[in-house]
């Protein structure tokens, strides 16, 4: 599943980063960031017009991402 698409409140694991193509660096970035496998996260929110940007919680960290960017990241969700 994608950080995009997970509803809203739910909490998942990072599986990986995908990048779009070689030296993609919104995909290096958001590893930089601790977009990394293993990591717990949690959609906090949604934005208003057109559910852009989400609202993402990494630990105590909040970082606001477009939804093409959340979509670089695959994540499994958990309970």
């Known amino acids: 599943m994608r ?19 070689a030296e993609d660096l919104i995909a290096q970035r958001l590893r930089d960031l ?3 496998a293993g990591e717990r996260v949690r959609l906090v929110a949604r934005g208003p017009v057109g559910a ?5 919680q990494i630990g105590s960290t909040r970082f606001a991402l477009r939804r093409a960017e959340a979509a ?4 499994r969700e958990i309970a």
């Open 34 to 36: 601790g977009f990394v």
């Open 72 to 75: 670089r990241v695959t994540v």
């Open 52 to 56: 852009d940007p989400l609202l993402i």
């Open 3 to 21: 950080l995009s698409d997970l509803p809203k409140g739910a909490y998942a694991v990072v599986e990986r980063v995908e990048d779009a193509h």
